[in-house]
C-alpha cells in the first residue's frame, strides 16, 4: 500500500522529527510513504481569519499537486478538516470540485487512517513513559473522534496514559486567535498544562502541530521544560526527537 | 470602545471573577452531563431538535401569520417591529395609554436585546426585574454576563454587598438567605404592578399557545397578578405544533441548568384570561437579514439554552461582559453581525479558538465553530480599514511564501538568517505576535522535514524519486 | 383612539416588510427538513403502571417534590388534613373542581381541622395570595420528568398552585404518563382559553454562584398525594 504523506507546513518548519515519525509510523505498518516536496500549506490561516479569497489559491494548488489516486495522509486534524470541509468556502466549480470530491474521499489524518485501513495490528512500539494524552480540537471535533487514536495508542507497549480532567478542553492554539488575544491564548494553554503537569508525565502528546507549538512554547518561557515534553502522537511510537528520560533540557 | 485585548488583561487579572467563573461553570457543565445522560443517546435527540427548528425557521413566513392569526381570533393583540426602536415605542405607548406607573419584567433577552427597560424609564415607568439574577444586576447598574445567569461573573458575597447598598437587604454572603431576601421584596411589587413583561421561550403556530420557560416563578407571578401582559420575542421563536415545542423541551433544560425539565413551564392559551389584556410584540431587529444570509440562517435556530457559553473555554477565562452586548459567548458572535450593535461586530468574532465545545454542546445542532469562521468574513467591514488591510497583506505574503517550492524554501532560509543575523527584529516581530516570554516563539528547524525525508531515502536506495520516499 | 390606528398602521407596514423579506430570502433559499421524529430517553417506562411510578418517584426525590402514594380516598383526607396541621395552615386556597367536589374535600378537611380558613370560591388574586397552602387537582403526572401538569382558565385558578408557600396537588396513580409527548398524543385538544402549567419542583434558583436555593416567588415546598384508586 502506497501512500501520499502531507506534513503541513507547521509541523515541516518547526517540528520535522514529527513530520520524521509520521513516515516512520506508517512505515512500520507496512505501508510505503512517498512525500511531494511541492505540497506546502492547506490555506487555514486566511480561511480561520476570514478571508477565504485569500486561501483559494492554496487550496486550488492543493487540490491540483494532489490530483493523483493515493491515499494523502496528514498527521493534523485541522489540516484534514480543512480540505474535506472548508474547501467548501471557497465556491469550487467544474474541475475544481472535481478535484475537491476526489482528494475529500481519500484524504485521511495519520491515526484515523491507520485505524480505518486495520493497520494499527502492524504497529508494535514501546515506550517506557507516563503519556498525558491531550485531544487536538479538530482532530477530536472534526475528524477522528477520541476513538481512532485511543485504538492506536493501544498499540503502544509500556507506556502509562493518561488524561487529564481538562483533556478535552482546547490548548488556546486557534491560529491567529494566539496572535490576536495572546494572553487570552496562554491563559487557555497555562490552565490545561497545571492540570496536565499534576499527572507528572514524561511526554505531553497532541496530534496536531499547532497545539504542540503552543504548549511546549509555554513550557519552555515557564522554564518548565524539564517537566516535560510535548510531542505528536507518532513521535512515541518512533522516537524520534523524543528526549531521554533524564535528559531535561 | 476599549481595545479589546485590553478588556481581555483586565478580566483575566481579575481574581475574584476567574473564581466566580470557574465555579459556575464547573457547576453547571457537570449538571448538563448528568441530564444529558438521561437522553438514550444525545446526538439522535439534537438531531430531532434540530429538525424542529429547521422546519420552524424554514417555514417563518408561513408560521408567523398563521401564529398571529390564531391569537388576534381569541383577542391576543398582535404587533410587528422591524427594529429595537419601533418595538420600545410600542410598548412604551401600551404603557402611556393604560398609566402604567410599574411594570415587572420577568427575564427576557429580546428586551435586554431592544433596551426596553430604559425605553420605560425613559417614559416615566417604573421597571423591576423580577429574576433574581436580573434583579441584582439591575440594582448594581450592570448588564447580564450570561444568557440564563445574569449575575454569573458575582460572587455571592459581591451580591450581597450590592444588595445590602442598594436595596437595604440585612448583608450576608448565603445565597439562600439573600435569594429569599430579593423575593421578599419582590412580592409587594408583583401585587401592585399594571404591566408584566416577559418573553416567549416558543410561540406554537397551529394552537397559538405560547410558550414560558422558567424556575423561580417570577415570570408566573407576572402574567398571573399584572392586569396588562406584554410577551416580546424574536420573529424567530416560532414552532409548528405543540409536538415540536414538546421536543425541545427535552433538550432545552437539559442543555441549559443541567435540568430535566425547569420548575415550570406554562403553556398560555391564545386567548387572553379574563380581566387582563395580553400583546405578544414580534421583534424582527435583523432576524429577517439572518434569515437571508445563507448559511448563516441556521443562527435562528437558536434556543437561548446557553450551553455553547457554558462549554466555551474562551467564556470561561473572560465571562459574558467582554463581548459587550446582550449575548455573549460563541452564539453571541454569530448574531453579531445582523442583532449586535455596530461596535461590537468588528472585534467580537476575535473572541473564538474555534475549538468547536460550542458545536459539540448545542442542542439544535448549530455548526458554530464554523459560523463563527464566517462571521469573521461579515466583520471585516465593520472593521478599520487600515487594520484589515494590514491582515490581509501579511495573509498574503504568507500566501506567497507558501506558493511555491522556490518561496516556501527561501522564507525558511529567511527565518533561519533573521534568527541568526537579526534576532533582536525577530524577536520583536514575534512579541508583535505574542510568542514571546512566557510563551516562547518556535526556532525554525536547522533542516526541514522535506528535506530530511528526502535525504534519507536517497541515503536508502541511492535515488529521490521511485519507491519509498519519492514523490507522487 | 388615533394612537391605537397609528401603532395599527405602523405594525401592518412592518408586517408586511418583515413577511417580505423572508418571502424574498426563502424563494432564494428553497423549502428544506424533514419529518423530526420522537426524542428517546434510557430509561423508557412505557405503559407499565409499576414502572411509571417507580420513574416517578425517583424524580420526584431528586427534584425536591414530597409525595405521599396512599391506599383511597379515604385516606387522602386524613393525609392532607394531617400535613395541613403539621405546617399549621391557617387559610387554604381550593381550586375549584370536580374530583374535590366529589371528595367533598371542602367539608372534610373542616371536620378534621375546625379552625381552618378557606379562600372563598371567587375571591380575588389578593385573597388567594394570602394563603398558606394551596391545594389543586392535575391532569397528569409525567414520569419521565417527575411532572405535575396543571390547567385552569382564570388567573385567581393559576394563582393556587403559586401564591401560597406550600402547594398540595391531589392525583390518581392512573394519571401517570411517561412523557410528555405520551400526554400529548393523549389529550383529545386544546381549548383556546385553558392555560397548562408544567410543574417539576417547588419555585427554585441557582442565580447566586450556581447554589440552588428552593423557594423563590413560588412555593418552597410541592407535595403530590398520589391515591392508589
Same mark, same amino acid.
Given at each position: 500500500m502506497k501512500v501520499a504523506l502531507f506534513v503541513p507546513c507547521l509541523m515541516d518548519r518547526f517540528l520535522p522529527d514529527a513530520g520524521m515519525a509520521a513516515a516512520r509510523l506508517l512505515e512500520s505498518a507496512g505501508v510505503q510513504v512517498v512525500?511531494?516536496?511541492?505540497?506546502?500549506?492547506?490555506?487555514?490561516?486566511?480561511?480561520?481569519?476570514?478571508?477565504?479569497?485569500?486561501?483559494?489559491?492554496?487550496?486550488?494548488?492543493?487540490?491540483?499537486?494532489a490530483e493523483h489516486e493515493l491515499p494523502v495522509v496528514v498527521p493534523s486534524g485541522s489540516c484534514v478538516a480543512m480540505m474535506r470541509d472548508s474547501y467548501g468556502l471557497m465556491d469550487l466549480s467544474g474541475q475544481d470540485a472535481e478535484r475537491w470530491r476526489s482528494l475529500r474521499g481519500r484524504v485521511f489524518e495519520l491515526a484515523e487512517f491507520l485505524v480505518e485501513r486495520g493497520l494499527t495490528n502492524r504497529v508494535t512500539a514501546r515506550?517506557?513513559?507516563?503519556?498525558?494524552?491531550?485531544?487536538?480540537?479538530?482532530?477530536?471535533?472534526?475528524?477522528?473522534?477520541?476513538?481512532?487514536?485511543?485504538?492506536?495508542?493501544?498499540?503502544?507497549?509500556?507506556?502509562?496514559?493518561?488524561e487529564s480532567e481538562q483533556a478535552r478542553q482546547c490548548c488556546g492554539f486557534g491560529g491567529v486567535f494566539s496572535s490576536k488575544l495572546p494572553e487570552l491564548s496562554i491563559a487557555?494553554?497555562?490552565?490545561?498544562?497545571?492540570?496536565?503537569?499534576?499527572?507528572?508525565?514524561?511526554?505531553?502528546?497532541?496530534?496536531?502541530?499547532?497545539?504542540?507549538l503552543q504548549l511546549s512554547g509555554i513550557l519552555e518561557g515557564e522554564g518548565l521544560s524539564k517537566r516535560a515534553q510535548v510531542v505528536h502522537y507518532a513521535q512515541l511510537f518512533t522516537g524520534d526527537g523524543l528526549k531521554p528520560l533524564d535528559a531535561g533540557e | 470602545m476599549a481595545d479589546l485585548r485590553d478588556i481581555v488583561r483586565e478580566k483575566l487579572a481579575d481574581n475574584a471573577l476567574q473564581a466566580a467563573l470557574a465555579r459556575a461553570l464547573g457547576i453547571v457543565r457537570g449538571k448538563r452531563t448528568a441530564a444529558v445522560s438521561e437522553l438514550a443517546s444525545f446526538e439522535d435527540a439534537k438531531a430531532v431538535a434540530a429538525a424542529v427548528r429547521?422546519? %420552524?425557521? &424554514? @417555514?417563518?413566513?408561513?408560521?408567523?401569520?398563521?401564529?398571529?392569526?390564531?391569537? #388576534?381570533? !381569541?383577542?391576543?393583540?398582535?404587533?410587528?417591529?422591524?427594529?429595537?426602536?419601533?418595538?420600545?415605542?410600542?410598548?412604551?405607548?401600551? %404603557?402611556? &395609554? @393604560?398609566?402604567?406607573?410599574?411594570?415587572?419584567?420577568?427575564?427576557?433577552?429580546? #428586551?435586554? !436585546?431592544?433596551?426596553?427597560?430604559?425605553a420605560l424609564k425613559n417614559a416615566g415607568t417604573v421597571v423591576v426585574q423580577s429574576d433574581l439574577g436580573e434583579r441584582v444586576v439591575q440594582l448594581a447598574h450592570q448588564k447580564p454576563s450570561h444568557i440564563t445567569a445574569p449575575c454569573l461573573h458575582l460572587s455571592a458575597a459581591e451580591v450581597g454587598r450590592i444588595l445590602h447598598e442598594k436595596s437595604g437587604i440585612e448583608l450576608s454572603s448565603d445565597p439562600e438567605k439573600l435569594s429569599r431576601a430579593v423575593a421578599r421584596t419582590l412580592r409587594p411589587v408583583f401585587l401592585d404592578a399594571q404591566m408584566a413583561v416577559s418573553g416567549v421561550n416558543f410561540a406554537v403556530a397551529e394552537t397559538g399557545n405560547l410558550v414560558l420557560v422558567e424556575n423561580e416563578g417570577n415570570g408566573r407571578m407576572g402574567y398571573t397578578m399584572a392586569p396588562v401582559h406584554v410577551a416580546v420575542t424574536g420573529i424567530e421563536k416560532v414552532v409548528g405544533t405543540l409536538a415540536d415545542a414538546a421536543a425541545l423541551l427535552a433538550v432545552l433544560p437539559r442543555s441549559a441548568t443541567g435540568q430535566r425539565a425547569t420548575c415550570y413551564?406554562?403553556?398560555?392559551?391564545?386567548?387572553?384570561?379574563?380581566?387582563?389584556?395580553?400583546?405578544?410584540?414580534?421583534?424582527?431587529?435583523?432576524?429577517?437579514?439572518?434569515?437571508?444570509?445563507?448559511?448563516?440562517?441556521?443562527?435562528?435556530?437558536?434556543?437561548?439554552?446557553?450551553?455553547?457559553?457554558?462549554?466555551?473555554?474562551?467564556?470561561?477565562?473572560?465571562?459574558?461582559?467582554?463581548?459587550?452586548?446582550?449575548?455573549?459567548?460563541?452564539?453571541g458572535i454569530v448574531l453579531a453581525p445582523f442583532l449586535g450593535p455596530q461596535e461590537v461586530r468588528a472585534e467580537i468574532s476575535d473572541l473564538c479558538s474555534l475549538c468547536g465545545a460550542c458545536t459539540e454542546v448545542c442542542p439544535v445542532g448549530i455548526p458554530?465553530?464554523?459560523?463563527?469562521?464566517?462571521?469573521?468574513?461579515l466583520s471585516h467591514s465593520c472593521r478599520p480599514a487600515a487594520v484589515v488591510k494590514r491582515e490581509r497583506s501579511a495573509l498574503e505574503w504568507f500566501g506567497r511564501a507558501m506558493g511555491g517550492r522556490v518561496s516556501y524554501r527561501l522564507s525558511h532560509l529567511g527565518h533561519k538568517l533573521a534568527r541568526a543575523w537579526f534576532p533582536k527584529k525577530l524577536a520583536r516581530t514575534e512579541a508583535e505576535l505574542g510568542w514571546s516570554g512566557v510563551r516562547t516563539a518556535p526556532g525554525p528547524a536547522a533542516v526541514l522535514f522535506r528535506s530530511r525525508f528526502k535525504r534519507r531515502a536517497a541515503a536508502e536506495d541511492g535515488t529521490a524519486d521511485e519507491g519509498s520516499g519519492g514523490e507522487v | 383612539m388615533t394612537a391605537d390606528r397609528g401603532r395599527q398602521r405602523r405594525t401592518g407596514e412592518a408586517r408586511e416588510e418583515i413577511l417580505g423579506r423572508l418571502e424574498t430570502a426563502y424563494r432564494a433559499a428553497g423549502e428544506g427538513g424533514g419529518p423530526a421524529g420522537r426524542i428517546a430517553y434510557a430509561l423508557?417506562?412505557?405503559?407499565?403502571?409499576?414502572?411509571?411510578?417507580?420513574?416517578?418517584?425517583?424524580?420526584?426525590?431528586?427534584?425536591?417534590?414530597?409525595?405521599?402514594?396512599?391506599?383511597?380516598?379515604?385516606?387522602?383526607?386524613?393525609?392532607?388534613?394531617n400535613h395541613l396541621y403539621s405546617r399549621q395552615a391557617r387559610l387554604v386556597a381550593l381550586q375549584p373542581c370536580g374530583l374535590f367536589d366529589r371528595l367533598d374535600l371542602r367539608h372534610g378537611l373542616a371536620r378534621?381541622?375546625?379552625?381552618?380558613?378557606?379562600?372563598?370560591?371567587?375571591?380575588?388574586?389578593?385573597?388567594?395570595?394570602?394563603?398558606?397552602?394551596?391545594?389543586?387537582?392535575?391532569?397528569?403526572?409525567?414520569?419521565?420528568?417527575?411532572?405535575?401538569?396543571?390547567?385552569?382558565?382564570?388567573?385567581?385558578?393559576?394563582?393556587?398552585?403559586?401564591?401560597?408557600?406550600?402547594?398540595?396537588?391531589?392525583?390518581?396513580?392512573?394519571?401517570?404518563?411517561?412523557?410528555?409527548?405520551?400526554?400529548?398524543?393523549?389529550?383529545?385538544?386544546?381549548?383556546?382559553?385553558?392555560?397548562?402549567?408544567?410543574?417539576?419542583?417547588p419555585s427554585r434558583t441557582a442565580d447566586i454562584e450556581k447554589t440552588v436555593v428552593i423557594g423563590v416567588h413560588g412555593p418552597w415546598k410541592l407535595s403530590l398525594f398520589l391515591v392508589k384508586e
Open positions: 512525500v511531494d516536496s511541492r505540497l506546502t500549506c492547506c490555506g487555514q490561516p486566511a480561511v480561520n481569519a476570514g478571508h477565504p479569497d485569500l486561501a483559494r489559491k492554496m487550496a486550488l494548488r492543493m487540490l491540483k499537486l515506550c517506557e513513559a507516563r503519556v498525558v494524552v491531550h485531544h487536538s480540537c479538530h482532530h477530536l471535533r472534526h475528524v477522528a473522534g477520541s476513538g481512532a487514536l485511543a485504538v492506536l495508542l493501544e498499540r503502544l507497549e509500556g507506556a502509562s496514559l493518561l487557555m494553554g497555562r490552565a490545561r498544562l497545571d492540570a496536565m503537569l499534576k499527572l507528572e508525565p514524561r511526554y505531553i502528546a497532541l496530534a496536531d502541530a499547532g497545539c504542540v | 429547521s422546519n %420552524a425557521v &424554514q @417555514r417563518l413566513k408561513d408560521y408567523l401569520p398563521q401564529l398571529e392569526a390564531r391569537l #388576534a381570533d !381569541e383577542g391576543t393583540h398582535v404587533l410587528w417591529a422591524r427594529d429595537a426602536a419601533e418595538a420600545c415605542r410600542m410598548i412604551v405607548d401600551i %404603557a402611556r &395609554q @393604560r398609566s402604567v406607573r410599574r411594570c415587572v419584567m420577568s427575564k427576557s433577552m429580546v #428586551a435586554e !436585546e431592544i433596551g426596553l427597560e430604559a413551564v406554562s403553556i398560555l392559551p391564545p386567548r387572553p384570561f379574563p380581566g387582563q389584556e395580553r400583546f405578544l410584540v414580534l421583534v424582527d431587529n435583523g432576524r429577517s437579514a439572518a434569515f437571508g444570509a445563507g448559511p448563516m440562517r441556521d443562527v435562528l435556530r437558536c434556543i437561548r439554552c446557553g450551553a455553547c457559553m457554558n462549554a466555551c473555554p474562551v467564556y470561561e477565562r473572560v465571562g459574558g461582559h467582554v463581548y459587550g452586548w446582550t449575548y455573549p459567548g460563541p452564539i458554530l465553530d464554523r459560523l463563527i469562521v464566517l462571521a469573521r468574513g | 423508557e417506562p412505557g405503559r407499565d403502571p409499576e414502572m411509571l411510578l417507580a420513574v416517578a418517584r425517583e424524580r420526584f426525590e431528586s427534584q425536591e417534590i414530597g409525595y405521599h402514594i396512599l391506599p383511597g380516598f379515604q385516606s387522602l383526607v386524613d393525609s392532607v388534613a378534621r381541622l375546625p379552625d381552618l380558613r378557606f379562600v372563598d370560591a371567587g375571591s380575588g388574586l389578593t385573597d388567594v395570595a394570602r394563603a398558606d397552602v394551596g391545594i389543586t387537582a392535575c391532569e397528569a403526572v409525567i414520569a419521565q420528568t417527575g411532572t405535575i401538569v396543571l390547567s385552569a382558565t382564570k388567573r385567581e385558578e393559576l394563582g393556587v398552585s403559586l401564591l401560597g408557600g406550600v402547594h398540595f396537588c391531589i392525583a390518581t396513580v392512573d394519571q401517570l404518563t411517561a412523557d410528555l409527548d405520551s400526554w400529548l398524543a393523549g389529550r383529545p385538544g386544546w381549548a383556546p382559553d385553558e392555560a397548562t402549567v408544567l410543574i417539576s419542583g
